[in-house]
């Protein structure tokens, strides 16, 4: 039973133009989503977060938008590179831990970024 | 290195054999986290160490499964009698106090067990 979807295991884009990865989750106490790039051979990388209580989260080509009510993420990658070029995933946290932190991360698949030229 | 590191990098076993992983987390972290991903899979979540707490280790598929963290810093995985379906890539987290979701993931180990 997955709690953290993403439905497309691959998209192509142009370079220069928008990237969208979508994400979906079931756990309505999620509250924190955090979205991580993968090349291969390589750990995932941190790359952008955003906490239940925004809707938006903008860093520099990336920008990462939440729908509660749908409980759906989405990540915009714009404009798009061919460096860009990853296994992008969707993880969210916030179910009760011991200890007091927010612990485990609960991922997605992943998407496949392919930018070309 | 600044980085979280794991060793080796690739492992190649005969099944039923026992195999341990190393993770070497960042200076200072206080938490680490063991993840597995399998072929064409997200990352499984297999146990966690904060500070000196006992392990969450609700994650771990199997009692084959086992992790320490000695002295608060470095952790193995064991796999004992290991099977094909073990088969993935291992990989070890960790964060810094106050920072609890942000994960600094190491490269990982790629483990075939034939």
């Known amino acids: 039973d997955q709690q953290v979807k993403q439905n497309s295991p691959s998209l192509s884009v142009q370079e220069g133009r928008i990237s969208i990865l979508n994400c979906d989750y079931t756990n309505s106490m999620f509250d924190y989503f955090l979205w991580y790039k993968k090349y291969p051979a390589e750990g995932p990388t941190f790359l952008i977060s955003i906490s239940s209580i925004k809707d938006k989260n903008e860093d520099g080509r990336f920008t990462v938008f939440l729908n509660k009510s749908a409980k759906h993420l989405s990540l915009h990658i714009v404009p798009s590179q061919p460096g860009d070029s990853a296994v992008y995933f969707c993880?969210?946290?916030?179910?009760?831990?011991?200890?007091?932190?927010?612990?485990?991360?609960?991922f997605g698949k992943g998407t496949k970024l392919s930018v070309k030229p | 290195g600044a980085g979280v590191s794991q060793s080796p990098s690739n492992k190649v076993t005969e099944k039923g054999k026992d195999v341990e992983l190393r993770c070497d987390p960042i200076?200072?972290?206080?938490?680490l986290y063991w993840y597995r991903q399998s072929l064409g899979q997200g990352l499984e979540f297999l146990i966690y160490f904060q500070g000196n707490s006992a392990p969450d280790k609700s994650g771990l598929p199997s009692d084959r499964f086992s992790a320490e963290r000695t002295g608060g810093s470095v952790s193995t995985l064991t796999i004992q009698r290991t099977q094909q379906e073990d088969s993935a890539v291992y990989l070890c987290?960790?964060?810094?106090?106050?920072?609890?979701?942000?994960?600094?993931f190491g490269p990982g180990t790629r483990l075939t067990v034939l």
């Open positions: 987290a960790s964060t810094k106090v106050g920072a609890a979701d942000t994960q600094y």
């Open positions: 200076s200072g972290h206080t938490a």
């Open positions: 993880a969210a946290s916030g179910v009760p831990h011991r200890g007091g932190s927010q612990g485990n991360l609960i």
